[in-house]
């Protein structure tokens, strides 16, 4: 029954991406790039197979032009850099547009520039007249043009102007092409934009430009992002613009990582990058690194989240049959299989989490028997192991490979204190640390006891393991377990370290908070410390 | 030009809403509601519109049962709760299946069972035949509804088993179809389908059940779960189900907070939630703290970023005219403009609240304005007030109706202690309280310093509020702030509680987490007070 199977040799044209993470992605909240980082990642997406890099825009900010006088210097294998601006103002003749030389001055065998589509745009914005802006359109592309420039011309609120206006919207997309622009880009500037809306709209200008290379630039304010980008594609449009993890204005761009799959996996279109699409992970973590950013779990495809299975049914049935309950082969996008494992997972599901992890373990040994009996002890005690997974390593290090610890805290002891006249509260901690034949007692302070804890421990291993001062805390976590109960009952702890390098998540449980905190801090430190053995992976 | 524009009166069908956050969306890594959470959900989905609320899975975990004897007990306005299972096993008579005995004993109006539509499914994970299979899933629904249950049956893997062998999938359907089931639920289980292969097969389906109810269950794995569900309510169906937040397995189920406004104010269709849409973003935010999830700001419609314009260009073009970059008025959802980079709330949203709590307040008040600025503050500082109504309440009372709190903590003390020679840990705390003109210093021991305090804090204040004895905790969540700082960064405690009759959130925030609790605590008791007093309401 191949009805509605994908042909995999398609008559399907190749399609152009054109990534605006460095341009556009910079709109988004939290969302910057030092010069050096935006060419390390042009250099990325140029060896991943992307077809345009958009580098900045030259006078909105110093490090755009900075950017462009670098990476003119780099031998790209097959990227062209494209610079972004803006038509003419109405009140310059083009030739000494001071935006139109920065454009030029970028030196980019590729220039972007954006007019408006939108009457409404031209009128209250722009303040001019639509014969005017038809003329800035046209003149800017031809003098780009005769400059030696490729020009791509961005149609600003197309949707949303051609709802309004068709006849207005498509006399400017005429004014970019009599002035030679290789594409017409259709901007979904505002997101909104439904799908049945694209595919009608894109048809109509498809028949109008029968001949011309149309583009699709969408956002995701209706969570359509992704959706509007295949449907321009599928009504003709050849060029996607989008961002590496949909970085960007408000709600973000087109996803670049979850349009490629869809695009290259599903549908079938040619791209330069099919070939490189297992590396799409790495691509999305880089970027998410350079821009400083936690990378989205959730993410389609790439995310961490993206083939997890629950214990339970889905596990054991994903077992049997792996794509039973995963869409694609997670490893066609660099991505893996895991198990999570929560109050519901059987012994295969933590044998295919051993597995996951490397681990030489065998499902029917004494050891791992009695490593089984203590997790479900542990989990009944309120530990989980679902986002611990450093806790679930030292506990099969501990049971199955049966080696000690490192260290043992033997006491400790928290003063905390609130007082009127001060109107401030102190915290005191003292620990006693067992390393090898030596003990360490010492004390520490801070705002909150969890800090005092945090620092007296440092204190204590750092005379045998110096690298616990490259440990750094990034979350923390409490939940109460049973609300039953009420404060009596247990609490969990979840904390996520990072060495700059690694990120790990420990977990500590307790009737008490405190104890429970010292639990996972204490799990984290000796996950660095066991990590710098190699003796985790 | 109204050639794209929606009717606003339409003759469309009505879509019915059925939210499985507490069913589905618990299987999201790391989510997880306590009963008395998913009581409060389950209250606040129904005063949202939410047509149908999916509870749990009975016999999954201990949890699920418990909110079925809970959420029994209340009166809900609209919505219809559910029960969720299976089919019955192939070896089993249905009468005598354990897991659809415990539907029945669920006692809810409504029980929604999945079954197999995929034949490999049948054959490789069920390990049955395909005839079998079609008599579990008629018998099972047969036998809920001569149990006079409402029945929605969930076509698990739906789209991929129409992709592999359409006849027996649609012969699954007739099944069902003969059971008596007044839904039929087609699931993207893997999340993988493409929205023109939706369109087809929902429209396919359609026409062999010309009268039959359709439903849509969609995951987000390639980025469409909320256009792949509108693709088919347009092809049809009639019911949506999904998740606030999107939270659900791998990479989430359809957003509900995305496909509702999309479905509404953008496409016209008439649900019962509709006048309520302008409470979306609360909704949101209630169901994330609930969750103990940050809350997602690149949410569509709903995020702190949907309407975010970081300056320059947009911003002023906003200032100019409202509509140019914003794809919707922020307020029909709840939501609003923010040019300059601020999480404080204005004026409006909370005269919202105040008004959805019953409070009467007037804008333009001296007080209202001290108590804006000093909302400010507090939010800066921390303090968020989204699911903590009660701390909201008593703020109101101290700042707009300047009553002063009957009493007073002036200082505090916890030690916490642990030995390596007990195995065992001990706090202890002493509190000083002031009520009225007198002093009670009192000190109480527990397992934990939170349970030494509130042991306390009742001590000192029974003897003049014996009703505090009453008060039971019955949630305890906190949260770091600010990831990036660590430990030193503010904490935020959110505690819920019961005196038996209602259940109230409460907050506090510090550096200390010893603190922060505290303040939650003393709250939780300032409000059981005000309760008795009548104040509140």
Redesign the interface.
Same mark, same amino acid.
């Given at each position: 029954?191949l009805? *509605?199977?994908i042909p995999m040799e398609s008559a399907k044209p190749n399609v152009f991406l054109y990534d605006t993470t460095l341009r556009d992605g910079t709109?988004?909240?939290g969302i910057s790039f030092t010069v050096s980082s935006k060419v390390r990642l042009a250099e990325k997406l140029d060896s991943f197979g992307i077809d345009y890099i958009e580098g900045g825009w030259p006078g909105s900010n110093p490090r755009d032009m900075a950017f462009f006088d670098q990476i003119r210097k780099v031998t790209l294998k097959r990227a062209k850099v494209a610079a972004f601006g803006s038509t003419r103002r109405a009140s310059n003749a083009v030739e000494v547009d001071p935006q139109v030389k920065l454009l030029l001055e970028a030196e980019t065998p590729v220039v972007t520039i954006f007019g408006k589509t939108w009457l %409404? /745009?031209v009128t209250? &914005?722009l303040r001019t007249t639509a014969e005017e802006n038809i003329k800035m359109i046209e003149d800017t592309v031809r003098y780009l043009k005769d400059n030696g420039r490729e020009v791509v011309y961005d149609a600003e609120h197309f949707f949303d102007g =051609?709802?309004?206006? @068709?006849k207005f919207a498509l006399a400017t997309l005429e004014a970019a092409q009599r002035g030679g622009a290789e594409f017409l880009t259709l901007c979904d500037?505002?997101?909104?934009t439904? #799908?049945?809306?694209v595919q009608?709209?894109v048809g109509a200008v498809q028949k109008h430009f029968p001949k011309t290379k149309i583009g699709m630039h969408c956002h995701?304010?209706?969570?359509?992002g992704?959706?509007v980008t295949?449907?321009g594609v599928?009504a003709g449009a050849v060029m996607v613009q989008g961002t590496m993890n949909?970085y960007g204005?408000?709600?973000?761009n087109a996803?670049l990582t979850? #349009?490629i799959p869809?695009l290259s996996l599903? %549908?079938g279109y040619p791209m330069a990058c099919a070939e490189h699409i297992s590396r799409l992970r790495d691509l999305s973590l880089f970027t998410a690194e350079l821009a400083n950013q936690?990378h989205d779990?959730?993410?389609? $495809?790439v995310?961490a989240?993206? *083939? #997890? /299975?629950?214990g339970?049914v /889905?596990a054991d049935?994903v077992n049997?049959?792996k794509h039973? $309950?995963? /869409? +694609?082969a997670p490893e066609a996008v660099g991505n893996r299989t895991r198990v999570?494992v929560s109050?519901?997972s059987g012994r295969a599901s933590i044998m295919m989490k051993a597995q996951e992890m490397g681990l030489d373990v065998e499902s029917k040994s004494p050891a791992m028997t009695h490593f089984l009996d203590e997790l479900k002890q542990l989990e009944f005690r309120g530990y989980e192991y679902?986002?611990a997974d450093a806790s679930f390593k030292l506990l099969i290090r501990r049971y199955v490979n049966q080696k000690a610890d490192p260290f043992k &805290?033997?006491? =400790?002891? #928290?003063?905390?204190? $609130?007082?009127?006249w001060t109107d401030d509260?102190t915290?005191e901690a003292t620990v006693?640390v067992k390393i090898g034949e030596n003990i360490y007692h010492v004390v520490d302070e801070?705002?909150? @006891?969890?800090?005092a804890l945090?620092g007296a421990l440092r204190k204590a291993l750092s005379h045998e393991f110096p690298q616990v001062n490259d440990v750094?805390?990034?979350? *923390?976590?409490?939940?109460?377990l049973?609300?039953?109960k009420? &404060?009596?009952a247990i +609490?969990r702890v979840q904390v996520?370290s990072t060495d700059g390098v690694n990120i790990w998540g420990t977990v500590g449980a307790?009737?008490? +908070?405190?104890?429970a905190s010292?639990e996972a801090l204490r799990d984290a430190f000796l996950y660095k410390i066991a990590l710098d053995h190699g003796e985790t992976e």
């Open positions: 029954m009805r *509605f199977s709109q988004g909240e %409404m /745009h209250e &914005v =051609y709802k309004d206006n @068709p500037t505002n997101g909104g439904l #799908v049945g809306e009608n709209i995701n304010d209706a969570g359509l992704v959706a295949l449907a599928e949909g204005e408000r709600i973000g996803n979850t #349009v869809n599903k %549908m936690r779990s959730k993410q389609p $495809y995310g989240s993206a *083939f #997890v /299975h629950k339970g /889905h049935a049997k049959v039973s $309950y995963e /869409h +694609i999570v109050d519901m679902e986002a &805290v033997l006491n =400790y002891k #928290v003063i905390d204190e $609130y007082g009127e509260v915290a006693k801070s705002t909150g @006891p969890v800090g945090d750094r805390l990034t979350d *923390f976590k409490v939940r109460i049973d609300g039953q009420g &404060v009596k +609490i996520e307790s009737d008490d +908070i405190i104890e010292l």
